[in-house]
């Protein structure tokens, strides 16, 4: 099974900054990966799929990268309703799988 | 507008059992994949099964194979998880979700999600 790891598990960004989250993958995935926003309380969001391309109605201050072990999200200028907890999933094979998990916080 | 509607949840004594409905609209049902994923109170979201669009393929996770049952009904639009054999470690919200494309396992729609507590 292949295992999905996020890191930092916190990261500390000033409004207006830039954050950088990383997920690693055991194996390849090839870009068969997505990110998720989830704010205190709420279902969570699909931001990107297939490791690059936003999803319908997401700024364009998100932006993802990557392809087989090594993914990133990107969120460039911050703002207040950015802070959150932020995961990853590949879908490649079964099980599916989510990553750790991480909190962007002021 | 795709909507999610669970219901269902609630508190159950270990070893019970328990069956999640999610009804859904605003999309051709039968045309997308559908997926339960949980979530332990202050945890992350764990993946626990998938139905295909036809429901002839179904899929679970190691921790719930042999317990839960996935299944749909496209005349009422609805998607179940019936679970058996509930753990005090299956407690968490549990979110039903919609595949993003044909055989394409991301979610892009999600329910607020139902709690289904395990205790004695």
């Known amino acids: 099974e292949i295992v999905m790891t996020q890191s930092p598990a916190t990261l500390s960004v000033s409004p207006g900054g830039r954050a950088t989250l990383s997920c690693r993958a055991s194996q390849s995935v090839s870009t068969k990966l997505a990110w998720y926003q989830q704010k205190p309380g709420q279902a969570p969001r699909l931001l990107i799929y297939g490791a690059s391309t936003r999803a319908t109605g997401i700024p364009a201050r998100f932006s993802g990268s990557g392809s087989g072990i090594e993914f990133t999200l990107t969120i460039s200028s911050l703002q207040s309703e950015d802070f959150a907890v932020y995961f990853c999933?590949?879908?490649?094979?079964?099980?599916?799988?989510f990553g750790g998990g991480t909190k962007v916080e002021i | 507008e795709v909507q999610l509607l669970e219901s269902g949840g609630g508190l159950v004594q270990p070893g019970g059992s328990l069956r999640l409905s999610c009804a859904a609209s605003?999309?051709?049902?039968?045309?997308?994949?559908m997926s339960w994923v949980r979530q332990a109170p202050g945890k992350g979201l764990e993946w626990v099964s998938a139905i295909s669009g036809s429901g002839g393929e179904t899929y679970y996770a190691d921790s719930v194979k042999g317990r839960f049952t996935i299944s749909r009904d496209h005349s009422k639009n609805t998607l179940y998880l019936q679970m058996n054999s509930l753990r005090a470690e299956d407690t968490a919200v549990y979110y039903c979700?919609?595949?993003?494309?044909?055989?394409?396992?991301?979610?892009?729609?999600w329910g607020q999600g139902t709690l289904v507590t395990v205790s004695s």
């Open positions: 979700a919609k595949v993003g494309g044909s055989l394409i396992y991301y979610f892009d729609h």
């Open positions: 605003g999309f051709t049902f039968s045309s997308f994949g």
């Open positions: 999933q590949r879908y490649n094979n079964w099980p599916l799988a």
